[in-house]
């Protein structure tokens, strides 16, 4: 069974300030997602991610992929307040669809 | 260009109660999938199809659950009869089929379904 585990769930930082959000998961894959999801709201694709050494950057957040390692890092640089969400990775198995989700990383950013 | 449109955005019924959500996907979006979110249990995929024809059920919880695609532009999941721990945000989703997974799934706004 598919085991996806993001580190840390639970994130509080300072405005201006770097971090990474981690995401491992257990079996052979080359895709993978990150969403975004706002309390109450839907989830929002952010980055896919589809082969080995796969960056992608859009603003503040910088997405990679390390299949040998089964490793995918979310890069936050220079936090702002707007960034303050849940942020879920999703491994791929099957083509886009069959899904498995991480717990999900709540980010908080404070002024 | 219009989202996944998901019916009703709140639903709070007693058990007992059939429950019926929708789900229109994204025009040519031929890949669609309902997932439930739950503080404890996270995101979970509950069933989806390919072309209207359902691929994966594995998820659903019990055969209470049913769920149905009569056509491309719409899906129904029925919960009956529902009980409390059936509480959750019920959210779907949709994709173009094939190509190499280079298309994210876009996530309708989902429905609150509250069972007292």
């Known amino acids: 069974e598919l085991k996806v585990e993001q580190n840390p769930l639970f994130l509080s930082m300072q405005e201006g300030k770097n971090y990474t959000i981690y995401c491992n998961y257990s079996t052979t894959s080359d895709r993978l997602y990150w969403y975004r999801q706002d309390p109450g709201k839907s989830l929002e694709s952010l980055f896919v991610l589809l082969s080995n050494g796969a960056v992608k950057q859009e603003g503040r957040l910088m997405a990679s992929l390390d299949t040998k390692a089964r490793l995918s890092t979310l890069h936050i640089t220079a936090a702002v307040h707007d960034l303050s969400a849940t942020y879920f990775c999703a491994v791929d198995v099957a083509s886009g669809s069959r899904l498995t989700f991480g717990e999900g990383t709540q980010l908080t950013v404070n002024p | 260009d219009a989202g996944v449109i998901q019916s009703p955005r709140h639903e709070v019924t007693e058990m007992g109660q059939e429950v019926t959500l929708r789900c229109k996907p994204i025009s040519g979006h031929n890949s669609l999938f309902w997932y439930r979110q739950t503080m404890m249990r996270g995101l979970e995929l509950l069933i989806y199809f390919n072309n209207n024809v359902p691929i994966d059920d594995s998820g659903m919880p019990e055969d209470r659950f049913s769920a149905k695609m009569p056509n491309a532009s719409f899906s129904t999941l029925k919960i009956q009869p529902s009980e409390p721990r059936d509480s959750a945000v019920y959210f779907c989703?949709?994709?173009?089929?094939?190509?190499?997974?280079?298309?994210?799934?876009?996530f309708g706004d989902g429905t609150r379904l509250s069972i007292l």
């Open positions: 989703a949709s994709r173009p089929l094939g190509g190499k997974g280079n298309q994210p799934q876009h």
